[in-house]
């Protein structure tokens, strides 16, 4: 019997305007340097239904009302899907591990009780610290490091360093 593997899941979270996404993106660049497949669970936290932009087929089947509409082209799709509204985190990642991801990246869902790392970017942001559960470490704007290595309990990485990476292969 093949055993299945399981992906190594991680949030980013933080504030809007903070730089998730950027930090993802250069998060996923560096594990699939070194080998690693990266998945990503998006939280769209700006209320209502995600852009859906562009009038290809799939979109306007799926705006036609088809539960789902996936493109297969090349080895790469593109899925849309209507999922239940407030579906548990537990199922969105359950269908990213169809992919077979090494690693799984949460950006958002904040008060979900992943290991997360907080991005802080102003003063402000350091209530996260004590608010939230499961944090493993952040990474502050240079303008808040000391601040944030002053009010946190847990590793603290300047931005636009290799530090928190180093420190993230060795959690996985």
Same mark, same amino acid.
């Given at each position: 019997?093949?055993?299945?593997?399981?992906?190594?899941?991680? #949030?980013?979270?933080?504030?809007?305007?903070?730089?998730?996404?950027?930090? %993802?993106?250069?998060?996923?660049?560096?594990?699939?340097?070194? /080998?690693?497949?990266?998945?990503?669970?998006?939280?769209?936290?700006?209320?209502?239904?995600? *852009?859906?932009?562009?009038?290809? *087929?799939? /979109?306007?089947?799926?705006?036609?009302?088809?539960?789902?509409?996936?493109? &297969?082209? *090349?080895?790469?799709?593109?899925?849309?899907?209507?999922?239940?509204?407030?579906?548990?985190?537990?199922?969105?990642?359950?269908? @990213?591990?169809?992919?077979?991801?090494?690693?799984? @990246?949460?950006?958002?869902?904040? #008060?979900?009780?992943?290991?997360?790392? %907080?991005?802080?970017?102003? &003063?402000?942001?350091?209530?996260? @610290?004590?608010?939230?559960?499961?944090? /493993?470490?952040?990474?502050?704007?240079? &303008?808040?490091?000391?601040?944030?290595?002053?009010?946190? @309990?847990?590793?603290?990485?300047?931005?636009?360093?290799?530090?928190?990476?180093?420190?993230?292969?060795? #959690? %996985?």
């Amino acid at each position: 019997m093949a055993l299945v593997k399981k992906p190594f899941i991680f #949030q980013v979270v933080g504030y809007q305007n903070r730089g998730k996404t950027t930090f %993802i993106t250069n998060i996923i660049e560096k594990l699939r340097a070194v /080998k690693l497949e990266t998945a990503v669970l998006k939280h769209h936290g700006h209320g209502g239904k995600p *852009d859906i932009i562009g009038m290809k *087929d799939s /979109k306007k089947h799926f705006q036609a009302g088809a539960a789902a509409s996936l493109v &297969e082209g *090349d080895g790469t799709i593109e899925l849309l899907g209507h999922f239940k509204a407030g579906a548990p985190i537990t199922e969105l990642i359950q269908l @990213l591990g169809l992919f077979s991801p090494d690693v799984i @990246l949460v950006e958002g869902y904040k #008060q979900e009780d992943f290991p997360k790392i %907080i991005l802080i970017k102003e &003063e402000s942001d350091l209530v996260l @610290l004590v608010r939230l559960t499961n944090v /493993k470490a952040a990474v502050a704007w240079p &303008e808040c490091l000391e601040r944030t290595r002053n009010h946190a @309990l847990v590793p603290v990485f300047p931005l636009n360093s290799d530090q928190f990476f180093l420190w993230f292969l060795e #959690q %996985i």
